[in-house]
């Protein structure tokens, strides 16, 4: 049985606020040392979302977003940012995957919605999985160009990416010599069971390519669409995971290098149709980037086990967010 964490708000928070901390000193890669205790209150100040100037005249503005927890968390930050920001926004989130997204955003239905890099282009954008640049900017750029064609406009990319990795019970890394890449696994492969979304058995861009790049061939592929209780429940030994699983911030798992760079990058960006980004302006798409900057990995992280693990609402996950960062007061 899944052992579900028990952490009140103010881990959260106290979490939230040393990450703020850190992040203070842009890319100098500081510790923050002994004026810790004053960068708190100034960062929070600095960010503290103003009206932006036209906004109330920009009409409404529709955010949406994919189907599961991430997407949900994401698009209420957007739109309470947005909102925050003077403009007049609605949401439309669980529109479903992101074939049906990308639809709803070129006809019309949304304005706008988050998607991942490399999910863009290679399952929206067909462009081949090989061709895609494995650094996140290179994969932005050329997001941001095939985007352009389709009449998009994709806003700058956020620090983490969630992408595609394979993961293990701590227990069972220790029981393998504790490997840290996937090339590891070399000599196990075939010995070890596997799960992961039914989609990904026959992918080239998930089993199959992980298999071919790493020259691996894994024992039995366990069709699944919760790989951590198969994990737990001892269903299989491996599991295809994401880098910002809520279930990750447990302890129980360990998660596996791409030490090949097979996966290209999976950043975020804010697709908005071009009329919408218009309506927008520069403002509000530099508003939408400094809300993005505290998003890293092990924020995500974070963000996410509050409503996976912890079973907290996606719109109070994404205000505690802008609170503790200090976009915006209670």
């Known amino acids: 049985m899944r052992r ?5 708000l103010a881990p959260l928070t106290t979490l939230l606020a040393a990450l703020a901390v850190a992040g203070c000193g842009g890319s100098d890669g500081g510790g923050g040392g002994g004026s810790s205790q004053q960068q708190p209150e100034g960062a929070q100040q600095s960010r503290q979302i103003q009206p932006v100037q036209g906004a109330q005249q920009a009409g409404t503005i529709t955010i949406g977003s994919k189907n599961f927890d991430e997407q949900f968390i ?12 003077g403009y007049d926004i609605e949401t439309e989130l669980d529109i479903g995957s992101e074939v049906e997204a990308f639809a709803a955003l070129k006809e019309g239905e949304i304005d706008g919605y988050p ?11 067909d462009v081949d999985f090989k ?3 494995r650094d996140p900017q290179g994969a932005f750029q050329l997001t941001r160009e095939e985007y352009a064609k389709e009449g998009i406009t994709a806003l700058p990319p956020t620090p983490f990416e969630n992408s595609y990795r394979i993961g293990l019970l ?14 590891q696994l070399s000599d196990k492969a075939q010995e070890l069971s596997i799960t992961g979304y039914p989609e990904c058995r026959q992918r080239s861009d998930c089993r199959i390519g992980v298999e071919e790049a790493y020259g691996l061939e894994f024992g039995e592929f366990v069709t699944s669409q919760t790989p951590y209780e198969v994990l737990d429940e001892d269903q299989a030994d491996l599991a295809f995971v994401f880098t910002t699983d809520g279930q ?10 791409d030490d090949k760079q097979f996966f290209p990058p999976y950043n975020v960006t804010l697709g908005m149709s071009d009329e919408a980004a218009q309506k927008l302006g520069p403002e509000g798409a530099a508003l939408v980037q400094a809300v993005q900057e505290p998003l890293t990995n ?3 992280q974070e963000l996410n086990s509050r409503v996976a693990v912890d079973r907290e609402e996606p719109e109070q996950v994404a205000t505690d967010y802008l609170n503790s ?6």
């Open 170 to 183: 701590s227990q069972t890394a220790q029981e393998l010599g504790n490997p840290t890449a996937i090339s």
């Open 115 to 125: 998607e991942y890099t490399g999910t863009a282009l290679t399952n929206l954008l």
């Open 298 to 300: 092990e924020v995500m």
């Open 4 to 8: 579900h964490r028990s952490i009140p």
């Open 131 to 133: 061709a895609i640049p």
């Open 74 to 85: 994401l698009g209420e930050i957007y739109a309470q940012a947005l909102t925050a920001g």
């Open 248 to 257: 990750l911030v447990t302890g129980q798992y360990k998660v596996l290098e």
């Open 325 to 330: 960062f200090g976009f915006v007061t209670k």
